[in-house]
């Protein structure tokens, strides 16, 4: 019953999630352009392994993956 609820709110919370998760990886494109050359390499890693992550699950959620 509890799983249950929770997979309910989850389901309920989704297209806000996928939403947002889109706008990340938006944000985080124009973020690593405008940084190249300006931050240090780890960071720019760090954000192309979260665009790496966030696509993936956008991907998974859209049913291509």
Not at 16 to 44: F, P, T, Y
């Amino acid at each position: 019953e509890e799983e249950q609820l929770a997979n309910a709110h989850l389901v309920a919370a989704a297209p806000d999630l996928l939403d947002e998760a889109r706008k990340q990886v938006a944000w985080l494109r124009h973020l690593r352009e405008e940084a190249v050359g300006s931050m240090r390499v780890s960071l720019i890693t760090g954000i192309d392994q979260s665009i790496k992550y966030l696509s993936a699950v956008i991907a998974k959620a859209e049913g291509r993956s």
